[in-house]
């Protein structure tokens, strides 16, 4: 079976690659943009095949899609940090929606009908009131960011091309997911780097945070792309499906569950920068449909999450310790790879 994989080298790019290549039978395609490498799939890549590719280049996504003729195409290439659509909307809606758009016209033109799982997010029902908990697919769609207005426009259009053109497309709504790899730009990963860098002497004792009352559900990385698979395997085509754990964190609980797993004692401080002009307070999910359809439920705890992020941070940041620079005071850290200074 031939797996593309768009947005490979990302956070879950990587995992699902694992998943895939340990589970066997596969033959994992990926596609990277040459400005978007990370190290997440170094030691992957001997086993897999990678193109270059702009996913917002219609002919090169073709060219692609012509030479690996997938079986089935997991479609996670986007610009997935919602604080970064406020600064760049445009950019935001034109990858997500444009990439997404480029992707099934050349499945369209190429004239093959693979299976396809279009990566959708739980931050497509935005507003939600609390007789609306847990949140189910039939829940209204009131996004509140650039980012989560894209997602929309991905799920629908997956919707549409499934009706009119009766592709095998699936639709999922993952809930907030995480562990280790998880970029640095994402609360629970920048507060497990923040607190490694503590650890090793090179940040000042404080923990930098944004809003700490927002509630969201989180789950394991890995327990998210074994759900992917099950859809693409299992799913009806055309339809929706929310992958959650159904309990909720707030980002507060977040913060606690890390100080709990580390000795050093660590000044908490909300950062202004760190705040969003709109935020989403709660989303709590139901994944009771998929789980019916596919027996499919969250199997790793969210402390042991937390816990394997955290680790992740202090042998990374460990392994390049002599190479760290430190700004003293509140100024930034700047790790290798950081494309700006963080506070």
């Given at each position: 079976?031939r797996?593309?994989?768009?947005?490979?080298?990302?956070?879950?790019?990587?995992?699902?690659?694992?998943?895939?290549?340990?589970r066997?039978?596969?033959?994992?395609?990926?596609?990277?943009?040459?400005?978007?490498k990370?190290?997440?799939?170094e030691h992957?890549?001997?086993r897999?095949?990678?193109?270059?590719?702009?996913?917002?280049?219609?002919?090169?996504v073709?060219?692609?899609?012509?030479?690996?003729?997938?079986?089935?195409?997991?479609?996670?290439?986007?610009?997935?940090?919602?604080?970064?659509s406020?600064?760049?909307?445009?950019?935001?809606?034109?990858?997500?929606?444009?990439?997404?758009?480029?992707?099934?016209?050349?499945?369209?033109?190429?004239?093959?009908?693979?299976r396809?799982?279009?990566?959708?997010?739980?931050?497509?029902?935005?507003?939600?009131?609390?007789?609306?908990?847990p949140?189910?697919?039939?829940?209204p769609?009131?996004?509140?960011?650039?980012?989560?207005?894209?997602?929309?426009?991905?799920?629908?259009?997956?919707?549409?091309?499934?009706?009119?053109?009766?592709?095998?497309?699936?639709?999922?709504?993952?809930?907030?997911?995480?562990?280790?790899?998880?970029?640095?730009?994402?609360?629970?990963?920048?507060?497990?780097?923040?607190?490694?860098?503590i650890?090793a002497?090179?940040?000042?004792?404080?923990?930098?945070v944004?809003?700490?009352?927002?509630?969201?559900d989180?789950?394991?990385?890995?327990?998210?792309?074994?759900?992917?698979w099950?859809?693409?395997?299992?799913?009806?085509?055309?339809e929706?499906?929310?992958?959650?754990?159904?309990?909720?964190?707030?980002?507060?609980?977040?913060?606690?569950?890390?100080?709990?797993?580390?000795?050093?004692?660590?000044?908490v401080?909300?950062?202004?920068?760190?705040?969003?002009?709109?935020?989403?307070?709660?989303?709590?999910?139901?994944?009771?449909?998929?789980?019916?359809?596919?027996?499919?439920?969250?199997?790793?705890?969210?402390?042991?999450t937390?816990?394997?992020?955290?680790?992740?941070?202090?042998?990374?940041?460990?392994?390049?310790n002599?190479?760290?620079?430190?700004?003293?005071g509140?100024?930034?850290?700047?790790?290798?790879?950081?494309?700006?200074?963080r506070?």
């Amino acid at each position: 079976m031939r797996v593309l994989i768009t947005g490979i080298t990302g956070f879950v790019g990587s995992h699902l690659t694992e998943f895939l290549l340990d589970r066997g039978g596969v033959e994992v395609f990926g596609i990277e943009r040459w400005r978007s490498k990370t190290d997440n799939i170094e030691h992957l890549r001997s086993r897999i095949t990678m193109y270059e590719c702009d996913m917002r280049d219609a002919s090169s996504v073709r060219q692609v899609i012509a030479a690996v003729k997938p079986d089935r195409i997991v479609h996670l290439a986007a610009q997935s940090f919602v604080p970064m659509s406020w600064s760049a909307p445009s950019e935001t809606m034109v990858t997500n929606t444009v990439g997404q758009l480029n992707v099934l016209e050349a499945v369209r033109e190429v004239g093959i009908a693979p299976r396809i799982l279009i990566a959708g997010s739980s931050e497509e029902y935005g507003l939600a009131y609390e007789h609306e908990l847990p949140i189910k697919e039939t829940n209204p769609l009131r996004p509140l960011s650039p980012y989560a207005v894209s997602k929309v426009a991905q799920d629908l259009l997956g919707f549409q091309y499934a009706q009119s053109y009766k592709m095998h497309i699936i639709r999922t709504r993952a809930f907030n997911h995480s562990g280790p790899r998880r970029g640095d730009v994402f609360a629970s990963s920048n507060f497990s780097k923040q607190i490694a860098l503590i650890e090793a002497g090179l940040q000042e004792p404080i923990l930098h945070v944004g809003n700490l009352d927002a509630r969201r559900d989180y789950s394991d990385v890995r327990d998210i792309v074994r759900g992917y698979w099950l859809a693409l395997e299992h799913g009806e085509p055309g339809e929706v499906y929310n992958l959650c754990s159904g309990k909720d964190y707030a980002i507060q609980e977040i913060v606690d569950i890390l100080l709990s797993l580390t000795s050093k004692e660590i000044q908490v401080k909300v950062d202004p920068r760190r705040l969003r002009p709109s935020d989403v307070l709660l989303l709590r999910g139901d994944s009771t449909k998929f789980s019916q359809r596919t027996g499919w439920r969250t199997e790793i705890p969210f402390p042991k999450t937390l816990e394997d992020l955290l680790n992740y941070w202090r042998a990374k940041i460990k392994a390049i310790n002599g190479e760290v620079s430190w700004v003293t005071g509140t100024g930034p850290v700047r790790l290798p790879g950081d494309a700006e200074p963080r506070p």
